[in-house]
């Protein structure tokens, strides 16, 4: 049983940053495929990007925040970061940090991970 905890987040102005951070414990850190999702007011739940586990390290973002978020994850440290530039108010959402083991086709799918972390606000507004 992974538990996942997220720390960052809070207030940004428009084309800002901001960085969101997930620590994990109780299992088995690098195999497991480590996802973010955000979820915005009256909205559901979308993929905002993965990095797989097991060695794999291959990363998948949604084309919204391509080129602006970057994943990392360290393994030693059993933590998993999203750094998020040139931010708008349309990133205004709860971010949730995610792992599984979803195959390659599943990787955007929320169903397809095991634990989730309780999410924290991310807020970009003048």
């Known amino acids: 049983q992974l538990q996942l905890v997220e720390s960052g987040g809070g207030l940004a102005q428009p084309g800002g940053s901001l960085r969101v951070s997930c620590v994990a414990s109780g299992g088995t850190f690098r195999q497991y495929t480590l996802g973010w999702f955000r979820q915005a007011p009256g909205k559901e739940r979308e993929f905002v990007g993965a990095?797989?586990?097991?060695?794999?390290?291959?990363?998948h973002y949604a084309d919204s925040v391509k080129g602006r978020f970057t994943i990392s994850r360290d393994n030693a440290k059993n933590t998993v970061t999203l750094q998020m530039n040139r931010l708008t108010p349309e990133d205004t959402a709860l971010y949730y940090c995610t792992a599984g083991r979803p195959i390659l086709s599943m990787i955007r799918t929320e169903t397809a991970y095991w634990y989730w972390g309780q999410g924290i606000q991310v807020t970009v507004s003048s």
């Open positions: 990095v797989r586990g097991s060695g794999a390290n291959t990363y």
